[in-house]
């Protein structure tokens, strides 16, 4: 079992919440307010830019060439292409990057963000991948098994380019190799003593994904 699955599995409570959150099921169902899937994405949008400063964390960390260069490739697909999937999307409620980097972070958005900054300063590179790790590999499986369960009415769900980018070979790979780059770390850093520090950290981050779903569905109430 690799570390990400021995992960998943001792963390199933809160994977599963995270997962199979109901703004995921909506999404997926395309029933989802608009209004939630927009607060959602503008959040993610800044997310991703402290996401950004983690995989640069990462290249301080790393302690060969070859980590560093997984690092910056992490850093260059948010910044080349996660980013602009947000904008393209945005751009349909003609929203522009000025207004979007202008919003505020909300709570759930901050607690995410710098749970993961922290964790990767206080500690090393495995550290930080498994802080990233459900972000990285989970939007993987969700935009996956989204697409093979709603195959049949896919092409009329008003979210189906999200669930496309993440379903898609691009990001299946990215995913895929995070897996690798991350049981690589392991073999260097993991003993079975600290592997109970790993279980929490992901854990917790599972928990802080969970969070960002509900924010967006909590959005909706806001709005009203």
């Not at 800044?46 to 990462?58: D, S």
């Not at 990285?136 to 008003?158: Q, S, V």
Request: net charge negative.
């Amino acid at each position: 079992m690799d570390l990400f699955q021995r992960l998943k599995t001792d963390a199933r409570p809160e994977w599963s919440a995270y997962v199979s959150h109901e703004f995921v099921e909506q999404l997926g169902a395309g029933s989802l307010p608009e209004g939630c899937f927009r607060h959602y994405l503008v959040q993610d949008y800044l997310f991703l830019i402290q996401f950004a400063r983690a995989y640069a964390l990462g290249v301080y960390k790393s302690p060969t060439i070859d980590d560093m260069r997984a690092s910056l490739e992490g850093v260059k697909a948010i910044l080349d292409t996660e980013l602009d999937l947000h904008i393209e999307l945005c751009a349909g409620w003609g929203m522009t990057r000025p207004m979007i980097e202008a919003a505020e972070e909300d709570r759930p958005t901050m607690a995410y963000t710098r749970f993961v900054l922290e964790t990767g300063m206080a500690g090393d590179l495995l550290d930080l991948q498994v802080a990233l790790a459900p972000c990285i590999i989970g939007y993987a499986e969700i935009g996956a098994d989204l697409k093979k369960r709603h195959t049949a009415k896919i092409a009329g769900n008003p979210y189906r380019r999200w669930i496309e980018e993440y379903a898609g070979d691009l990001y299946q790979e990215l995913a895929r190799e995070f897996g690798i780059w991350m049981d690589k770390s392991a073999k260097i850093y993991l003993t079975e003593s600290r592997y109970p520090r790993l279980a929490t950290i992901f854990r917790k981050a599972s928990i802080l994904e969970a969070d960002f779903w509900q924010m967006g569905l909590d959005a909706e109430a806001t709005q009203r």
